[in-house]
């Protein structure tokens, strides 16, 4: 399927304010690709040559440790632009990217890309907030709770934040996210992400349906 590059690009924050006359000039370094769920588009350790911009479905950023544990992962949802960290300074990814689903998305040269930030003050200022914005999100999200129910609903409001699409009186997470992946983020057991799951329902707080999860209750979440 062929791509309006100028009107897709100005879905995304950082290109959201630019012309479409600089957009037409950016158009021939944009390149389109599509991945099948499961594929990697970079693993840890790569040389940092790109900066992707996804146009729909799901990935997931993952890093390891030496014995082969996942220490951190993250997930990113349509028109984000990935990654952010390590901007003008990494010349390496320090995480890898998988295809959690189908997805489309552009990508951009990083020495491209990182020599037109440095001469647009408007686009380094939204670089910066992001930033602030994501630090802020993940400080949340590591936050130390005691109680293992209580780490799973804050894991639970951190993928609403960051994840969720509002729709109508509810917050639907698309993202197909697993147990254990809920389990590994909330530093808590499949069982009790299953028994939290089992007592929200019950309550009507959230049900799930097709991979989705459906937060029905979104201000009890933001608490």
């Known amino acids: 399927m062929e791509r309006n590059i100028v009107q897709e690009l100005k879905k995304f924050e950082i ?27 970079f693993v840890e350790d790569d040389p940092r040559e790109r900066i992707y911009f996804l146009l729909g479905g799901f990935v997931k950023l993952i890093r390891d440790n030496k014995e082969g544990e996942m220490i951190y992962f993250d997930y990113i949802k349509s028109y984000t632009m990935f990654p952010y960290g390590g901007l003008l300074i990494d010349t390496k990814y320090h995480y890898s990217a998988e295809a959690i689903t189908d997805i489309e998305l552009f990508y951009l040269p990083t020495s491209i890309f990182e020599e037109h930030l440095k001469n647009n003050r408007n686009q380094l200022i939204k670089i910066v907030n992001k930033l602030s914005n994501l630090l802020e999100l993940h400080e949340n999200r590591i936050q130390k709770i005691p109680n293992a129910q209580q780490r799973v609903i804050q894991t639970l409001s951190y993928l609403m934040t960051d994840l969720g699409e509002e729709q109508k009186h509810d917050v639907v997470i698309n993202c197909p996210i697993t147990t254990t992946e809920i389990s590994k983020l909330s530093g808590t057991s499949r069982e009790t992400v299953s028994q939290v799951f089992k007592q929200l329902k019950q309550e009507n707080k959230v049900s799930t349906k097709q991979k989705k999860i459906f937060i029905h209750m979104p201000e009890y979440f933001r608490q």
């Open 15 to 41: 290109f959201s304010d630019f012309s479409n006359a600089e957009l037409r000039e950016l158009k021939s370094c944009v390149y389109w690709r599509t991945y099948k769920k499961g594929q990697l588009l």
